[in-house]
């Protein structure tokens, strides 16, 4: 079957660093996606991994490793505006389909 | 300015009653997908299009429809709604099919059905 988790919720200290965890079981396993997004809007992209390894993009990072089914989101500097739900996706391949699985999302609260 | 755009944003509708929820795109894209979100459950996948008439199902498929007749239009049609359809809906596009190279997926606005 196909499974995503990551932690409900987290708080960081502004000015922090926070790692958010995901590991996820799929059959097809076809990329990983991180998206942010805030209360009452739409998620938006953030983070695309396909091959193992660390992709940075200025304050965030994303990593994955496809042995260990494991990714995070390292989110550095931390500010206020980064208090949002951070969803994990995947990129699942069957025989027949081509689906786009997400966890629940974590929740961050900054703190000032 | 590139764009997903949605309509209805809001709408109250009760049991039985057919809808259309828009869905359409500037940017070209040949990737297009619906979502629901519901608290607790995250986001799953209804449909999705690879491109002009060919359309497949996500993991929440029942009791949702979906057309592909042009490029930057994707609508999502609830022929008989039920209150377990009461969600928030979100449409997606892309420019190429997740999981190649310079994927990026955009999201529309969202909108926020509930089915009395």
């Known amino acids: 079957g196909q499974n995503i988790d990551q932690p409900t919720e987290m708080t960081a200290t502004e000015g922090a660093i926070v790692q958010i965890n995901c590991t996820y079981q799929?059959?097809?396993?076809?990329?990983l996606f991180w998206y942010q997004q805030h209360a009452g809007e739409a998620p938006t992209f953030l983070s695309y991994n396909v091959l193992d390894g660390l992709e940075e993009k200025g304050r965030f990072s994303s990593f994955l490793s496809r042995s260990k089914g494991y990714s995070y989101l390292l989110l550095k500097e931390l500010q206020m505006k980064d208090s949002a739900s951070y969803l994990c996706?995947?990129?699942?391949?069957?025989?027949?389909?081509?689906?786009?699985?997400f966890g629940k999302g974590t929740r961050l609260h900054i703190l000032p | 300015e590139a764009q997903v755009t949605q309509n209805p944003r809001y709408l109250i509708t009760v049991t039985g009653k057919k809808l259309t929820v828009t869905c359409s795109q500037n940017?070209?894209?040949?990737?297009m997908s619906w979502y629901r979100q519901d608290p607790g459950l995250g986001l799953r996948q209804i449909y999705y299009s690879m491109n002009v008439e060919v359309t497949d199902k996500g993991d929440v498929p029942e009791g949702y429809k979906v057309s592909r007749k042009e490029k930057r239009n994707f609508p999502l049609i609830l022929e008989s709604p039920s209150p377990n359809q009461t969600s928030l809906y979100f449409c997606?596009?892309?420019?190429?099919?997740?999981?190649?190279?310079?994927?990026?997926?955009?999201f529309g606005p969202g909108t926020r059905l509930t089915v009395t």
């Open positions: 996706a995947v990129r699942d391949i069957g025989n027949r389909d081509d689906k786009i699985i």
């Open positions: 997606a596009s892309s420019l190429v099919a997740p999981g190649t190279i310079d994927y990026e997926q955009y």
């Open positions: 940017m070209n894209h040949e990737y």
């Open positions: 799929t059959s097809g396993f076809n990329g």
